[in-house]
């Protein structure tokens, strides 16, 4: 898996890294078990340093996304559970998305179009 990271975004570069793993995971880029690059071979790859990179594996296993292990590094997570909704976090997240579409005059229906596609195909645009 690629990772990209936009220099000039607003999204900090831990959080980039995050969202497209987790992305990898959801459109199955990323299979359940796969071994993730090591903190610096990541980094290096990238080009940042190896603390941002160790932050964003932090946020995913604290987020049930990935396991950790000294010996074998940084692995998908095997299974994930299924809660069937969504965390009040990304409630309020798809709350703020829906208000800014509002805002842009999109109408309901083209709005719907747009979660159906990427909620089926797994195909989300990059940051």
Request: hydrophobic fraction near 30%; charged fraction near 35%.
């Given at each position: 898996m690629v990772i990209s990271i936009r220099d000039g975004s607003d999204i900090p570069i831990y959080q980039q890294i995050r969202n497209q793993i987790v992305l990898g995971i959801?459109?199955?880029?990323?299979?359940?078990g796969e071994q993730l690059p090591t903190v610096r071979a990541l980094a290096e790859e990238i080009g940042i340093n190896t603390m941002t990179v160790s932050k964003a594996y932090q946020i995913l296993?604290?987020?049930g996304y990935?396991?950790?292990d000294r010996r074998s590094g940084a692995r998908v997570q095997s299974s994930f559970r299924r809660q069937g909704e969504m965390t009040a976090e990304n409630k309020e997240l798809l709350?703020?998305?829906?208000?800014?579409a509002k805002?842009?005059?999109?109408?309901?229906e083209v709005f719907?179009?747009?979660?159906e596609r990427y909620y089926s195909e797994g195909n989300?645009?990059?940051?």
């Open positions: 959801s459109d199955g880029r990323l299979q359940p296993k604290s987020e990935i396991i950790t709350r703020k998305i829906i208000s800014e805002i842009s005059g999109m109408s309901w719907r179009e747009e979660c989300i645009v990059d940051e």
